[in-house]
């Protein structure tokens, strides 16, 4: 077993180029590592660097945008080094630690070590950072440049022991990296393992879903028991996934019974890690993998037998407009960099094919490069760790893309407005965390999210919002399939509350504990019994961060003071309503709707006042997640904001 794994080491690309990386990453403080996919950057470079001694200056640190990507790299490179899981190597994310006091090589995400750089900014424990995947440009791994560049310069200005930076990817445009990272050296690595093959279709498709399906059918069909590949689709999201996942399961009756099976797996963010490890176990024999997955699977997986890998072309991607705080979420095309990513699936183990579902022209006019998510998103989050890492000047924090400044505004202003920043202007405008900041800066969630955490201390109800936020950290826990809506909200009728969703969500929570089959009821309720597996997971979690926290785990269920604790972090979002179902926000006077997945949508009358924990815009602006408030209970919440901003109707009883 060692020897066949250490020949396998051996035969990849990057094998002959050992000598020179090592030396050049011994040489040279910042070093930009560009190789094909499946060359063997992720899983080597670390090992050859442990092997040549830099492991005993401290850790070598490896990044992932993703914790799937983080534990199965992890997994496959402890097999090599033979050792156990947590032992040498190890990896960490959000949910779980499994490193211990001999790891030496440890596969993390990007978060994750960005939540490291609040309590120790200049890396202490680590000799050498690889950023990995750097082209995605995850808002993290773009923050992380910036962190790791400042920790390099001040280990080696105050005389401790040198931090190695090494960023990685198959696509990147060096020149900029290089230059960021004081003219860092590029190292190219030639050869890709294996060849891919790659068709495109004829004429664009206007339904990719549907060509998707068929491709699998094709595919599937058109091999006899000879080849036995397994077959990656790439989709936008879990609704695609669930559908597609159901159509084929339905289709497996078209093919005769002595054919191969399918065995149709799902992959995406919010389905427990149990679930997705499956994906890269070996199926059982005469079946086919087929697996459909979001952009998860893009970079850095090795799937174990996929030999085809169908691209749709599209992504579901983050927008933000800072002016009305309002995310989006919109499918839309990928760059060259992702579809190159996404070919990279297959050719790992053996030669593979890409069907790319849209024409080759299609393929030409794609963007060549992601644009970095620092650039669409929300910075409050950013903004908080960057604070408690002690990094006050945030215009003159070194971004290798400087982020929109009204993004930046926006983001300083939540903060302030939740408690977390003092902006003191004596002269020059500097900025202070808080202790409540401090604390804020703890928690693993966003800054409205940890701050009515936080607040539901002096509601002494700390056990609720714990749940509560729990369920509003993942996807959603209803389960809605898309041909058994009406029996959907006929089984969940039990569960309605004329005070809104949270309140809903509580009550399905409390149901689903007192459960003692948690699958069948889960099952029989059209609940989301994964998501909600995950939801105990988060809550372990955020229960042991308030006992770090020194908080007391208080309780209390009464409905009006979870509502009012939970307006602590949201009473920003807030809205009246005006007639015939439409309000408008109190803050920016914006135009909003009750989403139809709300309890409260055909309500009648429609409630006059509503806080809501979501704004999405799809075909119009919706509030998704939705509660009845009071406006008084506003000014006892938020006084100061409210004689500000509220509309003189309002203040009137
Ligand atoms: N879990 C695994 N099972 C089988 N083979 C694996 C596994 N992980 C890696 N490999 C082998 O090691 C090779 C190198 O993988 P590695 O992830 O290091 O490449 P990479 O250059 O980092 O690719 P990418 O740019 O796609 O992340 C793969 O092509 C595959 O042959």
Same mark, same amino acid.
């Given at each position: 077993?060692?020897?066949?794994?250490?020949?396998?080491?051996?035969?990849?690309?990057?094998?002959?180029?050992?000598?020179?990386?090592?030396?050049?990453?011994?040489?040279?403080?910042?070093?930009?590592?560009?190789?094909?996919?499946?060359?063997?950057?992720? =899983?080597?470079?670390?090992?050859?660097?442990?092997?040549?001694?830099?492991?005993?200056?401290?850790?070598?640190?490896?990044?992932?945008?993703?914790?799937?990507?983080?534990?199965?790299?992890?997994?496959?490179?402890?097999?090599?080094?033979?050792?156990?899981?947590?032992?040498?190597?190890?990896?960490?994310?959000?949910?779980?630690?499994?490193?211990?006091?001999?790891?030496?090589?440890?596969?993390?995400?990007?978060?994750?070590?960005?939540?490291?750089?609040?309590?120790?900014?200049?890396?202490?424990?680590?000799?050498?950072?690889?950023?990995?995947?750097?082209?995605?440009?995850?808002?993290?791994?773009?923050?992380?440049?910036?962190?790791?560049?400042?920790?390099?310069?001040?280990?080696?200005?105050?005389?401790?022991?040198?931090?190695?930076?090494?960023?990685?990817?198959?696509?990147?445009?060096?020149?900029?990296?290089?230059?960021?990272?004081?003219?860092?050296?590029?190292?190219?690595?030639?050869?890709?393992?294996?060849?891919?093959?790659?068709?495109?279709?004829?004429?664009?498709?206007?339904?990719?879903?549907?060509?998707?399906?068929?491709?699998?059918?094709?595919?599937?069909?058109?091999?006899?028991?000879?080849?036995?590949?397994?077959?990656?689709?790439?989709?936008?999201?879990?609704?695609?996934?669930?559908?597609?996942?159901?159509?084929?399961?339905?289709?497996?009756?078209?093919?005769?019974?002595?054919?191969?099976?399918?065995?149709?797996?799902?992959?995406?963010?919010?389905?427990?890690?149990?679930?997705?490890?499956?994906?890269?176990?070996?199926?059982?024999?005469?079946?086919?993998?087929?697996?459909?997955? =979001?952009?998860?699977?893009?970079?850095?997986?090795?799937?174990?037998?996929?030999?085809?890998?169908?691209?749709?072309?599209?992504?579901?991607?983050?927008?933000?407009?800072?002016?009305?705080?309002?995310?989006?979420?919109?499918?839309?095309?990928?760059?060259?960099?992702?579809?190159?990513?996404?070919?990279?699936?297959?050719?790992?183990?053996?030669?593979?094919?890409?069907?790319?579902?849209?024409?080759?022209?299609?393929?030409?006019?794609?963007?060549?490069?992601?644009?970095?998510?620092?650039?669409?998103?929300?910075?409050?989050?950013?903004?908080?760790?960057?604070?408690?890492?002690?990094?006050?000047?945030?215009?003159?924090?070194?971004?290798?893309?400087?982020?929109?400044?009204?993004?930046?505004?926006?983001?300083?202003?939540?903060?302030?407005?939740?408690?977390?920043?003092?902006?003191?202007?004596?002269?020059?405008?500097?900025?202070?965390?808080?202790?409540?900041?401090?604390?804020?800066?703890?928690?693993?969630?966003?800054?409205?999210?940890?701050?009515?955490?936080?607040?539901?201390?002096?509601?002494?109800?700390?056990?609720?919002?714990?749940?509560?936020?729990?369920?509003?950290?993942?996807?959603?826990?209803?389960?809605?399939?898309?041909?058994?809506?009406?029996?959907?909200?006929?089984?969940?009728?039990?569960?309605?509350?004329?005070?809104?969703?949270?309140?809903?969500?509580?009550?399905?929570?409390?149901?689903?504990?007192?459960?003692?089959?948690?699958?069948?009821?889960?099952?029989?309720?059209?609940?989301?019994?994964?998501?909600?597996?995950?939801?105990?997971?988060?809550?372990?979690?955020?229960?042991?961060?308030?006992?770090?926290?020194?908080?007391?785990?208080?309780?209390?269920?009464?409905?009006?003071?979870?509502?009012?604790?939970?307006?602590?972090?949201?009473?920003?979002?807030?809205?009246?309503?005006?007639?015939?179902?439409?309000?408008?926000?109190?803050?920016?006077?914006?135009?909003?709707?009750?989403?139809?997945?709300?309890?409260?949508?055909?309500?009648?009358?429609?409630?006059?006042?509503?806080?809501?924990?979501?704004?999405?815009?799809?075909?119009?602006?919706?509030?998704?997640?939705?509660?009845?408030?009071?406006?008084?209970?506003?000014?006892?919440?938020?006084?100061?904001?409210?004689?500000?901003?509220?509309?003189?109707?309002?203040?009137?009883?």
């Amino acid at each position: 077993m060692a020897s066949s794994m250490e020949a396998q080491r051996k035969s990849l690309p990057i094998y002959s180029a050992r000598d020179r990386l090592i030396r050049e990453i011994k040489t040279n403080p910042c070093c930009i590592v560009v190789g094909e996919t499946g060359s063997g950057k992720t =899983t080597q470079i670390p090992q050859y660097l442990h092997e040549t001694g830099l492991s005993k200056k401290g850790l070598i640190g490896i990044t992932q945008p993703r914790r799937v990507a983080a534990i199965s790299i992890a997994t496959r490179v402890a097999k090599e080094q033979s050792v156990s899981l947590g032992a040498e190597v190890g990896y960490a994310v959000r949910f779980e630690d499994c490193t211990g006091p001999s790891t030496k090589i440890k596969y993390q995400t990007d978060g994750l070590l960005l939540r490291e750089a609040i309590q120790d900014p200049l890396l202490s424990r680590y000799s050498v950072v690889i950023l990995d995947e750097a082209h995605e440009r995850t808002v993290h791994t773009d923050v992380l440049f910036g962190v790791i560049k400042g920790a390099q310069k001040e280990r080696r200005e105050r005389h401790i022991k040198l931090l190695r930076i090494v960023i990685m990817s198959a696509t990147l445009d060096t020149s900029s990296y290089s230059n960021y990272f004081n003219n860092a050296k590029v190292l190219y690595i030639q050869g890709r393992q294996y060849h891919v093959n790659v068709y495109y279709t004829l004429k664009p498709q206007s339904d990719y879903i549907h060509s998707a399906i068929t491709t699998v059918l094709q595919l599937h069909g058109e091999e006899e028991s000879g080849e036995n590949g397994d077959i990656l689709v790439f989709l936008t999201g879990q609704d695609e996934i669930e559908s597609m996942l159901h159509t084929l399961i339905q289709c497996k009756s078209l093919f005769p019974s002595h054919w191969k099976d399918m065995m149709v797996l799902p992959l995406f963010s919010a389905l427990p890690s149990a679930q997705q490890q499956k994906v890269f176990q070996k199926p059982p024999p005469n079946t086919r993998k087929v697996i459909l997955s =979001t952009n998860i699977a893009e970079t850095s997986l090795t799937l174990s037998g996929v030999k085809y890998v169908i691209d749709t072309g599209m992504v579901k991607g983050r927008g933000y407009n800072p002016l009305m705080g309002l995310d989006l979420l919109l499918v839309q095309p990928i760059s060259k960099a992702q579809a190159r990513q996404r070919l990279g699936r297959a050719g790992r183990e053996s030669e593979g094919y890409c069907y790319r579902l849209y024409t080759e022209e299609s393929f030409l006019q794609l963007e060549e490069n992601t644009v970095p998510e620092i650039q669409r998103c929300n910075l409050s989050s950013v903004l908080l760790q960057l604070l408690a890492m002690g990094i006050k000047d945030i215009l003159s924090f070194e971004f290798m893309d400087q982020p929109p400044e009204e993004s930046l505004i926006a983001a300083l202003e939540e903060l302030v407005l939740l408690k977390a920043v003092n902006k003191e202007e004596n002269g020059e405008e500097t900025l202070e965390l808080t202790p409540l900041g401090q604390r804020m800066s703890s928690f693993p969630l966003s800054p409205s999210l940890s701050s009515c955490l936080l607040a539901s201390v002096d509601y002494d109800c700390v056990v609720e919002l714990v749940t509560l936020v729990s369920l509003l950290s993942v996807d959603t826990v209803l389960y809605t399939p898309t041909d058994g809506r009406e029996k959907a909200d006929l089984a969940r009728m039990k569960f309605f509350c004329p005070e809104g969703d949270h309140l809903l969500l509580m009550k399905i929570h409390k149901a689903y504990q007192t459960s003692n089959e948690k699958k069948s009821w889960c099952h029989d309720n059209y609940i989301h019994a994964r998501n909600m597996s995950t939801v105990q997971d988060i809550r372990k979690q955020l229960k042991e961060i308030c006992r770090q926290n020194s908080l007391q785990l208080t309780s209390n269920n009464d409905g009006e003071r979870l509502r009012k604790t939970l307006l602590c972090g949201f009473f920003r979002n807030v809205a009246e309503h005006v007639r015939d179902g439409k309000y408008l926000t109190v803050l920016s006077r914006q135009e909003v709707f009750i989403h139809p997945s709300s309890c409260l949508f055909s309500v009648t009358p429609p409630p006059p006042f509503v806080m809501y924990t979501e704004l999405v815009h799809t075909t119009k602006c919706y509030m998704r997640m939705v509660s009845v408030i009071d406006p008084k209970w506003l000014f006892e919440i938020a006084p100061n904001y409210f004689h500000k901003t509220m509309t003189t109707n309002m203040i009137q009883d």
